[in-house]
């Protein structure tokens, strides 16, 4: 099974910071996606990316950055962070084959 | 656009008892469908993946058959255990997404003794 990573686990940042959400994977797939998960809400796309230099918006962009240096790495940045940026966030690696994707464990972000 | 539908946002069951959970879609493509399953605390995980007509596809006690016809996916398993508690997805992917994921609302599904 794919394996992707995800650090930290668990963060407590202040309003008006920057933080960085970085994901690894170690299964050379080509896509690879942010995802926050709130009570009411579901699974929301943020940004994804489809090899590395590429980055894409997905449907909630809006206060959030991707970067995805290399085929491994894909982090999500929030510049100004902001409570309502508090959420549960999820990375995922696809496979290309329609896309079947691959979560890694979550990032738990509380901004106070 | 493609969008998926998930009607029960929560399903109550007593152990032991058959479950379904519903799951339609709607695409113009030709198309792959997903269940995925979220237990407490962790990260979503493929449960079952089709993209045939009519053939119905099996996974730890789960299946669900693909019905192009009535769009389709619903999930059963025929006796439901207490560890079946859990946020079930049903998804989409196809050439109009892209091949991205197009998520439902997910269902909830707990299990009681």
């Known amino acids: 099974e794919a394996a992707v990573t995800q650090s930290p686990r668990n963060k407590v940042a202040v309003t008006g910071g920057k933080v960085t959400l970085s994901c690894n994977q170690t299964?050379?797939?080509?896509?690879m996606y942010w995802y926050r998960q709130d009570t009411g809400h579901g699974l929301r796309l943020i940004h994804y990316?489809?090899?590395?230099?590429?980055?894409e918006k997905g449907d909630i962009p809006d206060g959030y950055k991707a970067s995805r240096p290399s085929q491994e790495n894909f982090s999500l940045i929030l510049e100004l962070a902001t409570p309502s940026q508090t959420s549960v966030y999820f990375c995922?690696?696809?496979?290309?084959?329609?896309?079947?994707?691959?979560f890694g464990p979550g990032t738990r972000l509380l901004v106070l | 656009g493609d969008s998926v539908t998930q009607t029960e946002g929560l399903v109550t069951l007593t152990e032991g008892l058959p479950v379904m959970l519903n799951c339609t879609y709607q695409?113009?493509?030709?198309?792959?469908l997903f269940w995925y399953v979220q237990h407490l605390n962790e990260a979503p995980k493929l449960l079952l993946k089709?993209?045939?007509d009519n053939k119905r596809t099996e996974h730890q006690g789960f299946h669900a058959t693909l019905h192009k016809s009535s769009s389709s996916f619903h999930l059963q398993k025929s006796s439901a255990q207490l560890s079946d508690s859990a946020l079930y997805y049903c998804?989409?992917?196809?050439?109009?997404?892209?091949?991205?994921?197009?998520w439902g609302s997910g269902t909830k599904l707990i299990i009681k003794p």
């Open positions: 998804a989409l992917s196809d050439l109009d997404s892209n091949y991205q994921l197009i």
């Open positions: 695409t113009a493509y030709s198309t792959f």
């Open positions: 089709s993209s045939t």
């Open positions: 299964n050379n797939h080509n896509n």
């Open positions: 990316s489809y090899g590395a230099g590429s980055t």
């Open positions: 995922a690696s696809g496979d290309g084959t329609g896309d079947t994707q691959y």
